[in-house]
């Protein structure tokens, strides 16, 4: 046998050097990658030059993938007031409790991407109604990519676009049992958050989302059928009908979140939140619609 090369002892070299900097949730794909080239480099000594490169490349990027990005995901438990005006109706205000579930995914290395998924369901009622009958349900989800444009030891500023969808159904037995109400918009938001860091177990986080363009759906002013097609399908064709394109003199949405965080372990965190929401669309399909949520949310 003859005397292993240099090369092969620096293949060999990087191993106890990866036990002690990959992290464990990393090192299983990495023996894999170590193993099969330096069993390559042993019989074909003219690419020693390029498993010693590989090697390299592996580790390192193992080593950054696992310390710069930081993933954080959240539940949300909301209850709260939800107020709407459907003008296509009547101008009466139909109000009343509402529960929202609520799911939150964080990236962050520099800058901060997210996204969320929530679900709202509200029994309203106008004043003047006895028995609370109508209902409305919300759907809605965002992604937004934040740019971190300032950042100390005691706050961060973050600052980007994001895009939201957001479906809103509503059913007035009483004022018309014939047909639904929807009020559905896509828009282009312009987002921000504030983080202030008390100390290392609390934080208080302010977030800002203004809708800057919106791509919304309403009913039509007059229907020319007497009854809605209430079927899965029906709802979902006309929930994507009688499109139009407006700013925010046309279509607004605006939501403001107020989030005291609390840690009771490393892993673990807790937050309480206050969030208003308000969305409203103009003439001809006026509509308004106001939120007020009081959360218990979880980070894990």
């Not at 390192?60 to 003008?87: H, W």
């Not at 139909?94 to 998924?117: A, F, I, M, Q």
């Not at 971190?148 to 509503?170: D, E």
Request: hydrophobic letters at 35%; charged letters at 20%.
């Amino acid at each position: 046998m003859g005397k292993p090369s240099r090369a092969d002892d620096f293949s060999r070299s990087l191993v106890p050097f990866f036990l002690n900097n990959v992290p464990k949730n990393r090192k299983k794909h990495g023996f894999i990658c170590i193993f099969v080239l330096m069993s390559f480099s042993a019989s074909i000594k003219m690419k020693q030059s390029i498993t010693i490169f590989f090697l390299l490349v592996c580790t390192t990027i193992m080593v950054a993938q696992a310390d710069a990005l930081k993933k954080k995901n959240s539940f949300q438990l909301s209850f709260g007031l939800n107020q709407i005006k459907e003008k296509t109706i009547h101008p009466k205000v139909h109000s009343g409790t509402s529960l929202l579930l609520k799911y939150t995914r964080k990236k962050e290395k520099k800058n901060r991407s997210r996204y969320n998924v929530s679900f709202l369901f509200s029994k309203i009622k106008t004043k003047y109604e006895n028995a609370t009958r109508s209902t409305n349900i919300q759907l809605k989800g965002d992604y937004g990519y934040l740019f971190n444009l300032k950042k100390t030891g005691k706050y961060q500023f973050f600052l980007g676009p994001s895009l939201s969808a957001n479906y809103r159904l509503s059913f007035y037995p009483n004022w018309d049992e014939s047909h639904l109400y929807w009020a559905d918009d896509f828009s282009l938001e312009l987002s921000n958050q504030f983080q202030y860091f008390i100390n290392d177990k609390k934080t208080l986080v302010l977030d800002l989302n203004i809708s800057a363009f919106s791509l919304f759906s309403r009913p039509e002013l007059h229907r020319n059928h007497k009854i809605d097609d209430v079927s899965a399908g029906g709802i979902i064709k006309s929930m994507h009908s009688n499109y139009q394109f407006g700013t925010v003199n046309q279509a607004i949405n605006i939501c403001f979140q107020s989030e005291y965080q609390f840690k009771i372990s490393d892993k673990i965190h807790q937050a309480i939140v206050y969030t208003f929401d308000y969305s409203r669309f103009k003439e001809p399909l006026p509509f308004r619609n106001m939120q007020h949520n009081l959360s218990f949310k979880i980070y894990f």
